[in-house]
């Protein structure tokens, strides 16, 4: 059982390229979620997902975009990157019914240059 | 909305104390959990303990326990006899209407030897 998984673990991109982050999750969860953590800084809510095909804006959403076309995938899209992205971004899951837990990916650490 | 705060920046506990890390939310939804969360310096996210509006008993986890009361709104954690190993960024976390999880600002604990 591998839970969220992340990829890629690193990544430096240049100003004004753009980018997927995946984020997979085999446990049939319901719930996902994107956040991104500035260093030193808590965690801060990008877009999450109830369910295939219905995503909905977090606290943070300009600059990027999500999909989801089944249960498992939730990819995280850059589309321009800014400096102002550089950050360490964490996907989550959550069984639906069953809210004990929230399961995160090990994070993907992005550079802007 | 929904509202999550944590009001100490950084803590010190010496080892083998007990600590309270506070918690306070704000959410109009009437059924919600609370979450709380351990990343060490190495960077991913450790679940700890988690509690539910409606449940009648404070959760507890072995050394953790969440001191819940509803009517103040607050979540506080409770670390008992800490450890060096305690030593860590600790986030309290508020899961409202749709699933949306949203999480406070951070405390960084030091365990002091």
């Known amino acids: 059982n591998a839970g969220v998984t992340q990829t890629p673990k690193f990544r430096i991109l240049k100003i004004g390229q753009s980018m997927t982050l995946q984020c997979t999750q085999d446990?049939?969860?319901?719930?996902m979620y994107w956040y991104r953590q500035d260093p030193g800084m808590g965690l801060k809510l990008i877009y999450y997902?109830?369910?295939?095909?219905?995503?909905d804006k977090g606290e943070v959403p300009n600059g990027y975009n999500v999909s989801r076309s089944t249960t498992e995938d939730f990819p995280l899209r850059l589309e321009l990157a800014a400096p102002s992205q550089t950050s360490v971004y964490f996907c989550?899951?959550?069984?639906?019914?069953?809210?004990?837990?929230?399961?995160f990916g090990q994070g993907t650490r992005l550079t802007v240059v | 909305a929904q509202k999550i705060t944590q009001t100490q920046p950084g803590m010190f506990v010496q080892e083998k104390e007990a600590v309270t890390l506070d918690c306070t939310y704000d959410?109009?939804?009437?059924?919600?959990?609370l979450f709380w969360y351990k990343q060490p310096s190495s960077g991913e996210m450790i679940f700890l303990i988690y509690?539910?509006?409606?449940?009648?008993q404070n959760a507890t986890e072995g050394r953790y326990s969440l001191n819940f009361q509803k009517a103040r709104k607050s979540a506080n954690l409770v670390i008992s006899a800490s450890q060096l190993g305690d030593s860590a960024m600790y986030f309290c976390?508020?899961?409202?209407?749709?699933?949306?999880?949203?999480f406070g600002t951070g405390t960084k604990l030091q365990v002091i030897p």
């Open positions: 989550a899951s959550i069984l639906k019914g069953v809210n004990t837990e929230a399961f």
């Open positions: 446990m049939n969860h319901n719930y």
């Open positions: 997902s109830v369910g295939a095909g219905i995503t």
């Open positions: 959410t109009s939804d009437p059924s919600y959990g």
């Open positions: 509690q539910g509006s409606y449940d009648q």
């Open positions: 976390a508020l899961s409202g209407g749709y699933q949306k999880v949203t």
